[in-house]
């Protein structure tokens, strides 16, 4: 149970408020096999249910992209984009992320809860909260200190990007 309540805690006090997007071509398809795009995310993804990562899959990263990273955040929480989980150091070649996995190389960011791990989606009750998963290819490994603010690691991570691509779920309780 501490698990979720700290969840709600980080996802109701939220990120630092919206935040422009650096404007990016879509190139990269991204998928999961738990939930379609624009589609419910399972329970067991959120602080309700095991709270582990979904498993994830991507293609058509641009040739000549040196890392790829991921973020996932909520611009609905109610104090701003709530940052879920940032994966940076993703090989150029890696198509796929498994459930609760982050493959030997790559680097987990702390995210808005604080954590440099997966928090899964714990809105508050009412509407249904968006989930942007966000997968980036990078011209080089973003300049970002291990203990950075997730919005400035996000920041970093756009700024080094050449193109994204995003699924999108949904998530309410």
Known sequence: ?????????????????????RALPERIAVSSAAFGAGGAIPRRFSCAGENVSPPLRWSGVPDGTAAVALVVDDPDAPRGTFVHWVVVGLGPASARLGEGKVPAGARQLPNSAGKAAWTGPCPPSGPAHHYRFTVYALTRQPEVAGDADPQAAVEAIEAAATARGRLLGTFSR
């Open 1 to 21: 149970m501490a698990v979720g309540l700290t969840g709600l805690v980080g996802c109701s006090s939220g990120g630092a408020g919206p935040r422009e997007e």
